[in-house]
Nanobody
Framework: QVQVVESGGDSVQAGESLRLTCTPSGLTFKESGMAWGWYRQAPGNEREGISCITWSGGRTWYTDSIKDRFTLSKDDVKNTLYLQMNSLKVEDTARYFC???????????????????WGQGTQVTVSS
């Protein structure tokens, strides 16, 4: 049984930093053979992909909304995905999830379908 656990979310002030972690169990990044990334969902909005890293870890993509502020990385030994979030803005407030990803031009980051092992996510709240 595959489970994904995200953590690291918190309530912070604008301009502060957070580091999110994602650890799948029952499946390793290597075994999955897929790129993995982060998604977020703000109240009233659909879940959107914001970053994606290749299976090898050699390339990453970011949407314009987070580019130059967030950094995605993964540790295959620890089987953990990270999202370092700097210079947080009020509009970054959302629940954050991780899952396999695929990238189309833009970049637009989409979940690999079908993916039925979404975790509970971790809440990030940024206040001004």
């Amino acid at each position: 049984q595959v489970q994904v656990v995200e953590s690291g979310g918190d309530s912070v002030q604008a301009g502060e930093s957070l580091r999110l972690t994602c650890t799948p169990s029952g499946l390793t990044f290597k075994e999955s053979g897929m790129a993995w990334g982060w998604y977020r969902q703000a109240p009233g909005n659909e879940r959107e992909g914001i970053s994606c890293i290749t299976w090898s870890g050699g390339r990453t993509w970011y949407t314009d909304s987070i580019k130059d502020r967030f950094t995605l990385s993964k540790d295959d030994v620890k089987n953990t995905l990270y999202l370092q979030m700097n210079s947080l803005k009020v509009e970054d407030t959302a629940r954050y999830f991780c899952a396999p990803c695929t990238v189309v031009s833009g970049p637009t980051i989409l979940p690999v379908r079908p993916w039925k092992y979404w975790g509970q996510g971790t809440q990030v709240t940024v206040s001004s």
